[in-house]
């Protein structure tokens, strides 16, 4: 039997601290980015207190998650075509873009501010990745190379070259990945002359 609405809104409190802990904000920086005093903050994460959805909306937003990710909501519909946020254990959310299965598939990456002195992990796996960045300073380890992306800039290669993707001690950072299988590459089909 599904879980109760009360027993999905007890278990908020968790996700929020989990949310909020993975930014390294403090309840008083919440508070004042959210306009909800720090008390209430600290009784909701601790599940003294239930939230109320003109709490939850400021939450969802100032963390760049949906209410359904936030609460838990059970999924519904076709997972290919459910596009709801996933959060990941480094507090970095993933966004789907595309509904359709196979070919190249478009996700948002949001990623918390990083640590510089962190040791990055990088990983292969068979596709071809193409990387543009919206805002925010992307550290994109590729092979040998430490890059660093800024806003509108890209990057575009082979998966099998070892990488990893993180962000700065200068604050978290929004990118957009296409991602496809081996062979299947974004292409640029024309470039249009600026005085047209």
């Not at 003294?48 to 999924?75: C, F, I, K, N």
């Not at 990088?122 to 300073?137: A, C, I, Q, S």
């Not at 800039?153 to 070892?162: C, H, I």
């Given at each position: 039997?599904?879980?109760?609405?009360?027993?999905?809104?007890?278990?908020?409190?968790?996700?929020?601290?989990?949310?909020?802990?993975?930014?390294?904000?403090?309840?008083?920086?919440l508070a004042e980015a959210t306009?909800i005093s720090s008390s209430t903050?600290?009784?909701?994460?601790?599940?003294?207190?239930?939230?109320?959805?003109?709490?939850?909306?400021?939450?969802?937003?100032?963390?760049?998650?949906?209410?359904?990710?936030?609460?838990?909501?059970?999924?519904?519909?076709?997972?290919?075509?459910?596009?709801?946020?996933?959060?990941?254990?480094?507090?970095?959310?993933?966004?789907?873009?595309?509904?359709?299965?196979?070919?190249?598939?478009?996700?948002?990456?949001?990623?918390?501010?990083?640590?510089?002195?962190?040791?990055?992990?990088?990983?292969?796996?068979?596709?071809?990745?193409?990387?543009?960045?919206?805002?925010?300073?992307?550290?994109?380890?590729?092979?040998?190379?430490d890059l660093r992306l800024e806003?509108?800039?890209?990057?575009?290669?082979?998966?099998?070259?070892?990488?990893?993707?993180?962000?700065?001690?200068?604050?978290?950072?929004?990118?957009?990945?296409?991602?496809?299988?081996?062979?299947?590459?974004?292409?640029?089909?024309?470039?249009?002359?600026?005085?047209?």
């Amino acid at each position: 039997m599904s879980e109760r609405p009360d027993q999905t809104l007890d278990a908020v409190g968790q996700r929020l601290k989990q949310l909020r802990l993975h930014r390294d904000v403090t309840l008083t920086q919440l508070a004042e980015a959210t306009g909800i005093s720090s008390s209430t903050l600290s009784r909701l994460e601790a599940g003294l207190r239930r939230p109320t959805l003109e709490q939850l909306l400021p939450l969802a937003r100032y963390h760049g998650v949906t209410l359904d990710s936030l609460v838990d909501a059970p999924r519904t519909a076709d997972p290919r075509v459910d596009l709801r946020p996933v959060a990941t254990c480094d507090g970095a959310v993933i966004i789907p873009l595309t509904r359709r299965p196979g070919g190249i598939q478009a996700y948002k990456f949001v990623r918390p501010t990083g640590n510089d002195d962190t040791v990055p992990e990088p990983r292969t796996h068979e596709g071809h990745d193409w990387v543009y960045v919206l805002n925010g300073t992307l550290r994109l380890i590729l092979g040998d190379q430490d890059l660093r992306l800024e806003a509108g800039e890209a990057a575009e290669f082979d998966t099998r070259t070892p990488h990893w993707f993180g962000a700065t001690s200068a604050g978290p950072v929004e990118y957009l990945s296409l991602i496809g299988r081996q062979g299947e590459r974004a292409h640029i089909r024309a470039t249009i002359p600026p005085d047209h």
